[in-house]
């Protein structure tokens, strides 16, 4: 899935379990471990499109800004914030698609090759993740009161 849905899912993540009084160690793995579900989920990557170096920007700064304005304009605790940037880490995996050579180096397991990675079509794999952005917003917002 894309950095930024990854991101929204992670935060959404970390406010549930850091509110249950969950460790942080646990919450990184719980936040890895949920990255490696959704990637089972059918969904759209931009990863093999003629475009993919433009939409890993894209994704890239938007997941930033998601994290930057969780912390500065909607005050969520560090916990929050940073279990939705280990959430999306993995998707640095994603980065050579910003330089020319066409090898795909994948360190993530959900990114290997023989891994039962979701796929579908472009609208329904972007609602897929719209719709994984929408509920992790909503479960933010109801858990933060
Ligand atoms: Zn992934």
Do not use: C
Not at 55 to 78: K, N, S, Y
């Amino acid at each position: 899935m894309w950095v930024i849905t990854h991101t929204l899912s992670g935060m959404a993540l970390g406010i549930v379990l850091g509110g249950r009084g969950v460790s942080w160690w646990a919450i990184v793995a719980a936040a890895l471990l949920f990255h490696i579900v959704l990637d089972l989920v059918p969904h759209w990557d931009y990863v093999r499109t003629d475009r993919s170096a433009l939409w890993a920007v894209a994704d890239v700064a938007g997941a930033l800004a998601v994290l930057v304005g969780a912390r500065l304009v909607g005050g969520f605790e560090w916990t929050v914030v940073m279990a939705g940037a280990v959430s999306a880490l993995p998707d640095i995996d994603i980065l050579n698609a910003l330089w020319p050579s066409k090898k795909r180096i994948r360190l993530f397991p959900s990114h290997w090759s023989g891994f039962p990675h979701g796929s579908a079509p472009p609208l329904p794999g972007i609602l897929v993740q719209v719709l994984v952005a929408i509920v992790s917003v909503i479960v933010l917002a109801v858990a933060r009161g």
